[in-house]
């Protein structure tokens, strides 16, 4: 039996939400079945897939239509386990057959530019590297949501940033390229039985005409929704999501050369 929007929504949130009276349409349980597939079956995608994500990729709204994005397409195994091994070996890389490296880019524009004889002053400025961030971001999830209606699975990889330089000598990237992310696209090994992961509760991200703080009983209840997610999925975790974000952030803020390489690449005046 097909699951209702309800049965999503339930899913999603780990708790019954308030009846919502709306067609479940098959956009809707695309978006709100989502899973992180950290295991691939070894079965190629069909002839045609890497096109449809990126017609998809490239029907995302674009900041002034600018098209600061780029992505590159990695199937060769040997450069995706080298890949894998500066992404802290996360063995999925190797495991899809298809992984994505998506780009922020000004390095298309200022060469068209400049060939154009046009100025091309400010291109590595913040506020044109958000952009590129923004565009390559939106780009990547029209893919994500492509694949998975098609029955593919997919997960981001962002600790290519970890070991940025590496990766960027790797895929050869010109001035003006930085790598966003990382995503693989595969198909599921369901021998994992990987579950929806329970999101926030909506009291906690949606607020209505001011921003305001969240109270402390919807963390600690969305804290005990995960306890239970953990629980059931056999995860390790150190104390609650919250001490488990806690650990994350301590890690990715040791990242120095993340930031000096960003100084060098879009810090210019």
Known sequence: MENSLSDLLYIRYGKNLAELDFELTSTLTTLLSHKSIRHYLDKPLPVGALELMIAAAQSAASSSNLQLWSVIAVTDF?????LSELANNQLQITQAPLFLVWLADVSRLE???????LDTQGLHQLDFFLIAVIDAALAAQNAV???????WSTVYIGALRNNVTRVSTELQLPDGVFPV????????????????KPRLPQKAVLHKEIYQPNSANVIDAYNDVMAKFYQQ??????GTWAKHCSNRI??????????AFLENLFGKK
């Open 78 to 82: 040997e450069r995706k386990q080298r």
């Open 181 to 196: 992310v990382g995503l693989c696209v595969g198909y599921e090994n369901t021998d994992k039985n990987i579950a929806v």
């Open 233 to 238: 999925q056999k995860m390790k975790v150190d």
């Open 250 to 259: 301590q890690t990715r803020a040791t990242n120095s050369e993340l930031q």
């Open 111 to 117: 060469s068209i530019m400049a060939t154009d004889n």
């Open 145 to 151: 949501i492509a694949a998975e209606s098609q029955g």
